[in-house]
């Protein structure tokens, strides 16, 4: 499951999480691109979504790369794997040190915080500083938030697409939905590289819905022809459902969905709108007008309460999924935000 040219930072203490368990030893997967300058003020540092990996040209393509908004030729681009995703970092399917035995099902509850803690020890021991500029969709988005108020002078400007500052009902609903999918496997609680498989499948279909919408389905999954069986959307549903399963760990997708469900801005810290008014960093927040996980109601909360926050939306069919379609939008958009300098 790792990708091509994957380090691993191997952190040999212990790991305290905001649940009270503690991770005796944590991996953590990452890429880089270009290199630090002589001042250390070109890190472009993104934080990748739910299923993704740390090589933001495998799935930003538009945005990352020679001759994009984000090029090695200037910048400095870090991304790490997120803690509980199996490519790379450690997860439900890693060795515990203590028993010998993958962690399974005993693996504990992380939250978003967590996730950002262990970019805090990647973002020391390669040197960095100051975060010229940080950015994520989805749940990428709710670690550059939670990050930008843990270290309030580090990131100096943060673009996030599709998030929010609390993970909605109606978001938690999706992933407990989709972990009761899993949880309906009778495999799920193996500690087998295929255990849960069947159930991830059904997971990633309904999950897809969420992602897309009626407009977007309507468009690429019509039938040219009545029938009576055998539809596109149907196919299409499997289809992702197996593409997941061939890449993903069930254990990994059930506790990220759950560190998902965890972003709260506001916990222990007032309120979600104090927490956000700790934000000092220049923030560019992009909505998408056709998203049914993420509306723009969430994305205008931030925006209300970051001082000088801007909001974009971006139009498109394509729900949530947007914020990896849109590349021309966001790379327009992003450009006039930071300025020729970049």
Excluded at 314 to 340: A, K, T
Aim: hydrophobic share 40%; proline share 4%.
């Amino acid at each position: 499951m790792e990708a091509e040219n994957l380090k691993v930072l191997k952190y040999e203490h212990p790991f305290h999480l905001e649940c009270g368990a503690v991770l005796p030893e944590i991996e953590i997967g990452y890429h880089t691109y270009g290199k630090l300058n002589a001042t250390g003020s070109n890190v472009v540092w993104i934080c990748h979504a739910l299923t993704a990996n740390s090589d933001p040209m495998e799935w930003w393509p538009g945005l990352v790369g020679e001759g994009k908004l984000y090029d090695p030729e200037r910048h400095f681009i870090v991304c790490a794997n997120t803690l509980g995703s199996c490519y790379g970092s450690t997860n439900p399917t890693s060795i515990n040190p203590e028993t010998g035995e993958p962690y399974g099902v005993s693996f504990p509850l992380i939250t978003i915080r967590d996730i950002v803690k262990a970019h805090q020890i990647l973002k020391i021991d390669l040197g960095v500083k100051s975060i010229s500029l940080a950015t994520g969709g989805s749940m990428g988005g709710q670690q550059i938030l939670e990050w930008a108020i843990m270290e309030p002078n580090l990131i100096q400007k943060l673009v996030v697409i599709g998030t929010n500052a609390k993970h909605s009902p109606w978001g938690i609903a999706f992933n407990e939905a989709q972990r009761m999918a899993i949880e309906a496997d009778p495999t799920w609680r193996e500690n087998t590289p295929d255990g849960g498989k069947s159930g991830l499948e059904a997971a990633r279909a309904l999950a897809m819905l969420s992602y897309r919408n009626y407009e977007a389905y309507h468009r690429t999954q019509m039938d040219d022809e009545a029938g009576i069986d055998n539809f596109r959307a149907s196919s299409y549903q499997r289809y992702q459902g197996l593409k997941l399963s061939r890449r993903f760990s069930a254990l990994a997708y059930y506790t990220l969905s759950k560190a998902m469900d965890s972003h709260n801005l506001g916990r222990e810290r007032g309120s979600v709108t104090e927490a956000l008014s700790m934000i000092r960093s220049k923030s560019l927040i992009f909505g998408i007008a056709s998203d049914f996980l993420f509306p723009i109601s969430e994305q205008s909360f931030i925006v209300d309460h970051i001082q000088g926050a801007e909001l974009h939306v971006i139009d498109s069919p394509f729900g949530h999924d947007g914020f990896l379609i849109e590349f021309d939008q966001i790379s327009d958009r992003v450009l006039q935000f930071v300025g020729n300098q970049f």
